[in-house]
């Protein structure tokens, strides 16, 4: 991978780990070449990560949506700033510059673009690995609600086995870049019902 994507909060939370595991990644990051493509912003787990991978000499791409550059929110200390129109602009955008994906803790943002990142695989659109660094448990309930989701027959297991979940930075990138798409029919299956 040469650029990920990195999902995660505009808020730093209550526990100190969730800053501490963003700054880890954001060196990896930069240690390992790759890039950051992220939201653009300074505050919160964002700019945690953004000023780790700026720390150790590494490439920030901030993709902002017009709405949120105001001067308290937008990263000025960062490679570059796209700036979008729009949200959904701001997804598209990111799309385009990374090879892949990772959620970080964080709100319905995170959680947005984190299944769109997904479904967008389901789909066979991309073929693009999604991770999520697991710090504290975080996404635990997420993850039994997909396994709810398998279990009930709303998401096959294959598409469930799309999502890499580790704990630690290195793992997890490593399951990433031996990541291999699963062959999707570009038609949904449905079943009938009598």
Not at 5 to 24: H, L, M, T
Not at 30 to 55: C, N, P, R, S
Not at 137 to 159: A, P, S, W
């Amino acid at each position: 991978m040469k650029r990920v994507a990195v999902f995660c909060g505009s808020s730093i939370g209550f526990n100190p780990i969730y800053a501490e595991e963003a700054k880890k990644l954001g060196h990896f990051l930069a240690k390992q070449h790759i890039g950051l493509v992220y939201g653009g912003g300074k505050i919160g787990i964002m700019g945690t990560i953004a000023d780790a991978v700026m720390e150790s000499q590494g490439e920030v791409i901030g993709v902002i949506p017009d709405l949120l550059k105001h001067e308290e929110v937008a990263h000025t200390k960062i490679t570059k700033m796209v700036v979008t129109r729009k949200m959904s602009k701001r997804k598209v955008k990111i799309s385009k510059l990374v090879d892949g994906y990772i959620a970080l803790a964080g709100g319905f943002g995170t959680l947005d673009e984190l299944f769109e990142a997904l479904t967008l695989g389901q789909l066979g659109i991309e073929g693009k690995p999604v991770g999520i660094l697991n710090t504290n448990g975080y996404f635990d309930h997420t993850l039994r609600q997909l396994d709810i989701m398998v279990k009930e027959g709303f998401l096959k297991q294959l598409n469930r086995d799309m999502l890499f979940v580790n704990d630690s930075v290195e793992e997890l990138i490593k399951m990433m870049d031996n990541y291999k798409a699963p062959r999707v029919s570009k038609v949904v299956n449905t079943v009938a019902s009598k």
